[in-house]
């Protein structure tokens, strides 16, 4: 069975040019710290979306939970409901936009490694 895969210990970290599992192991934990890190500090941060030129705003977090509305009463005509729930959508949606994209920069690197890999912000 060795013939079929070539010495086994070569492979593992014998000699040289064989693959170092401590290290690689050594590397993958330290990814995985950088990467709660990166999770850590983009959860605590909030950005802002809005619509019709701010008169609606809304804020999310790192985690994409909307933690904050505003409507400016300019904004608020109780004869067309449909047009203010339509101006809060659009701010929602501006404001995960935007809490994806910070995701995706504090993550660096490793978002593009995960995006590879099937996951989405």
Not at 66 to 73: L, N
Request: glycine letters at 12%; aromatic letters at 4%.
């Amino acid at each position: 069975m060795s013939d079929d895969f070539g010495d086994l210990s070569k492979l593992l970290g014998g000699g040289a040019g064989g693959l170092d599992l401590q290290a690689l192991m050594g590397k993958a934990q330290q990814m995985q710290a950088n990467m709660a890190d990166a999770q850590q500090r983009a959860q605590s941060q909030e950005v802002s979306g809005e619509a019709a030129g701010g008169m609606v705003k809304v804020t999310a977090n790192g985690r994409f939970e909307i933690v904050r509305v505003h409507v400016d009463k300019a904004a608020v005509d109780p004869d067309d409901v449909d047009m203010l729930q339509d101006l809060i959508v659009a701010a929602s949606n501006d404001a995960l936009r935007k809490a994806r994209e910070m995701m995706a920069t504090e993550m660096g690197p490793m978002a593009d490694m995960l995006k590879q890999g099937g996951f989405s912000f």
